[in-house]
């Protein structure tokens, strides 16, 4: 498993669960016979009467340097929190399925939509649920990719880029934290429409793996496949003044869509779940460059009318393909699909720690032969 669990398939954290604070050594080691030991060295080594304490000198460090001498679960919490900070999604939940919900940025006079999603109609889903079942041929030829994906997504994306977690450790961080603000972000979403999953529908999908308990739509795979790919894109980019073109040839976002489409194949989503989850995971990225005060990527306000996805498509078709998603999120202003509304961008307040970790990660791309 190249980076750490936390965002992988929305496991939660363990905070101690790889992390010993004796050192490597100690892995290996009985927990309890190494405390015996130190109990007994000790004894053997202090002076009976002990010195007068003395106190450390204060040192100056910069928020990466202090966050690199932490444990990296905790560093990895610290970067999440500061993101969570300028994030809300509303309304809150009721007892009711919401109709609409929006991903808004808090900023210092008042809440800015980034993202508002509808929800799809009854007969929306009705149609795709033929796509779903069309899908499950492709079962056994995904089984692997499917499986893997439930519990781990970098090293789809590591495996296109030369990027190793020893080299790139700020790098891993931010994929860390891209990722956990996704799941965290997208379970809120998802908790406001409480849409049912696909096998709700029918008893022919018969899902080929354990269907989570959480609700459907947006998915939280996707939301996460395409925020880490969209977020290496900006982090690589050749030219840092050019805004990243999602385009159906880039190998991170081919990745990203075969690993929300794998979730279709595997029964457990619909196709426009993966379109919202796509959207969204993009607009988390794009913010999280924002705060990190990147230039030269915008992060447009977007409107999914999800009822409206393929309206436009070659014979209406409501499936999700990487083509049709870069021709939608690439239109400009006054031609736009009927699915989606480009708005203005929205610049967020700069964060000095996230920005130290960008220009720490450029760095280590930069530096990637060495």
Known sequence: MALTNAHNAHNAHNA??????????????????????????????????????????????????????????????????????TLTVTPPPTDKQAKKTKVEAKLEKRNTPLLTIDLPSDDNFAEELKLVLGYADLRPERLAEITVQTVELDSFFLSILPLKPRRAPVTEMLMTMVADLATSVVQCVKLNFAMPRAEMFSDQVQPMIPTPLHGSYPSG??????????????????????????????????????????????????????????????????????????????????????????????????????????????????????????????????????????????????????
């Not at 080691?29 to 010195?51: F, H, K, M, V």
Request: glycine share 6%; with cysteine; hydrophobic share 45%.
């Open 16 to 85: 101690h669960n790889a992390h010993n604070a004796h050192g490597v050594g100690s892995s290996v080691i009985a927990e309890e016979t190494l405390s015996t030991a130190l109990i007994i060295a000790r004894e053997g080594i202090a002076e009976a009467d002990p010195p007068p304490p003395s106190k450390p000198e204060a040192v100056t460090l910069e928020p990466l340097k202090r966050l690199r001498r932490i444990e990296p679960q905790f560093a990895q919490a610290i970067l999440l929190f500061d993101m969570l900070e």
């Open 221 to 370: 795979h996707a939301t996460q496949a395409f925020a880490l790919a969209m977020l290496l894109a900006i982090l690589t980019r050749k030219d840092p003044d050019k805004p990243v073109e999602i385009h159906p040839d880039s190998q991170l976002f081919r990745m990203a869509a075969r690993i929300a489409i794998n979730r279709t194949v595997a029964g457990v989503h619909f196709p426009i779940d993966s379109v919202a989850g796509a959207v969204l995971g993009i607009t988390l990225a794009r913010w999280v460059a924002s705060r990190a005060g990147v230039t030269g990527e915008p992060c447009p306000a977007l409107t999914l009318h999800a009822n409206r996805w393929g309206e436009t498509a070659p014979n209406g078709s409501r499936d999700f393909y990487l083509a049709r998603l870069c021709e939608v999120m690439n239109k400009k202003k006054g031609k736009q699909d009927p699915c989606l509304t480009i708005g203005d961008p929205v610049t967020a307040p700069v964060s000095n720690m996230l920005r130290e970790c960008w220009a720490e990660a450029g760095k280590e791309w930069r530096n990637r032969w060495i």
